[in-house]
C-alpha cells in the first residue's frame, strides 16, 4: 500500500455502470442502473429513457422537485434502500454556490450521484522543529464508517449555511473550539474526487482549511459522533496513511494533501507527479 493506493480508491469508478441523472434538461448525477427500475416506477417524477433518468418535466420549480424527491426517498428509507437519514438537506445544483435545482437528503445524495460539498479543518502544533496532526477517531454508532480514523474536524455543507459558518459550527460541535480560533483557519485549495461506494456515486468537492492549535489546545467532543482525538507526530500520521486502511477514505486525501503543501511529501517522491495529478485534476 502507498499513498498512490490511497488516492486512487477514491477515484475509482465505471460509469458504464450507471446512467445520467437529470434535471431540466441538465446531468447532474448519476444512477446505477440495477435501481433504474425501482425508481421508474415512480411515474409522476422520474422519467426513465434507454439512456438517462430525469426528474418529471411538470416539476417546475425547486420547491415542486424538493416535494417530489422527499416523497421518493422517503419511500426507500421505508423499503430500507436508504440508510443513515440525517434530515439534513444538500443541494442539487450546476455549481457551487449557485441556486439550487433541488434540495435533496444526505443520505440519498450518492444513490443519485450527486456532486456533494463538505469541510475538512487540519488541525495541527508545532513543538520546535516537529510537527504533530490532531486526529479524531469516529464513534462505533456512526451510521458511515464507525471507528475510522478522521480530520480533527469534518462534515458535510448543507443548505443555508456559508463555508465559514459551518466550519465554525463543525469546530464547536467535534471538537469543542471557540469560535474565535476556528476564524483563524486558513483556506486552502479544495480537493476533489470520486468513488463509487455501497450506496452509489460520490462525486465530491472537499474545502479544507489548515489551522495552527496551540499546544495546550485539548478537543472535546459534543455531539457524540468522535469516540477519541490523538495528538500524533505527523511521521505517525503519514505512516498510517500510507500503510493502512484505518483512516476515512476521503480523509487520506486531505491528510496527503496537507503532506505535501506543508512539504512533508516532497517533490522527489516517485509518485508525486501523480498524486498532485490526481488530487487536483481528477477524471471526473
Keep these: 500500500m502507498s499513498f498512490l493506493d490511497r488516492v486512487r480508491e477514491c477515484n475509482s469508478y465505471d460509469l458504464a455502470n450507471y446512467l445520467p441523472f437529470v434535471v431540466d434538461g441538465i446531468t447532474v448525477g448519476h444512477v446505477r442502473k440495477s435501481l433504474i427500475d425501482g425508481l421508474g416506477r415512480f411515474r409522476n417524477i422520474f422519467v426513465v429513457r434507454p439512456d438517462s433518468i430525469a426528474m418529471a418535466s411538470d416539476l417546475r420549480?425547486?420547491?415542486?422537485?424538493?416535494?417530489?424527491?422527499a416523497f421518493v426517498v422517503n419511500a426507500l428509507v421505508d423499503e430500507g434502500?436508504?440508510?443513515?437519514?440525517?434530515?439534513?438537506?444538500?443541494?442539487?445544483?450546476?455549481?457551487?454556490?449557485?441556486d439550487p435545482m433541488l434540495e435533496m437528503e444526505r443520505a440519498a445524495v450518492p444513490l443519485f450521484g450527486v456532486r456533494a460539498f463538505g469541510i475538512h479543518l487540519n488541525g495541527y502544533v508545532r513543538s520546535g522543529n516537529d510537527t504533530l496532526m490532531w486526529v479524531a477517531r469516529r464513534s462505533m454508532n456512526k451510521p458511515t464508517y464507525p471507528g475510522k480514523l478522521d480530520q480533527l474536524v469534518a462534515g458535510g455543507q448543507p443548505v443555508g449555511i456559508s463555508l465559514s459558518d459551518n466550519l465554525v459550527k463543525e469546530c464547536w460541535e467535534e471538537a469543542f473550539m471557540p469560535e474565535a480560533l476556528a476564524r483563524q483557519a486558513v483556506p486552502v485549495p479544495p480537493i476533489?474526487?470520486?468513488?463509487?461506494?455501497?450506496?452509489?456515486?460520490?462525486?465530491?468537492?472537499?474545502?479544507c482549511y489548515d489551522l495552527e492549535l496551540p499546544m495546550d489546545f485539548q478537543p472535546h467532543n459534543t455531539d457524540l459522533e468522535v469516540e477519541q482525538f490523538h495528538l500524533w507526530p505527523i511521521e505517525r500520521v503519514m505512516d498510517i496513511v500510507a500503510t493502512t486502511g484505518d483512516f476515512k477514505a476521503n480523509c487520506n486525501l486531505v491528510a496527503i494533501d496537507f503532506f505535501i503543501r506543508h512539504g512533508f511529501l516532497a517533490s522527489n517522491h516517485p509518485d508525486y507527479l501523480e498524486l498532485v495529478d490526481l488530487l487536483y485534476h481528477p477524471a471526473y
Excluded: H, I, Q
Excluded at 61 to 69: F, L, V
Excluded at 192 to 207: H, K
Design 61 to 69: 420549480s425547486p420547491a415542486d422537485r424538493t416535494a417530489a424527491m
Design 81 to 98: 434502500v436508504v440508510k443513515g437519514v440525517r434530515n439534513e438537506r444538500y443541494p442539487v445544483a450546476t455549481a457551487f454556490g449557485e
Design 192 to 207: 476533489s474526487y470520486c468513488f463509487e461506494c455501497d450506496r452509489g456515486l460520490r462525486p465530491n468537492v472537499l474545502f
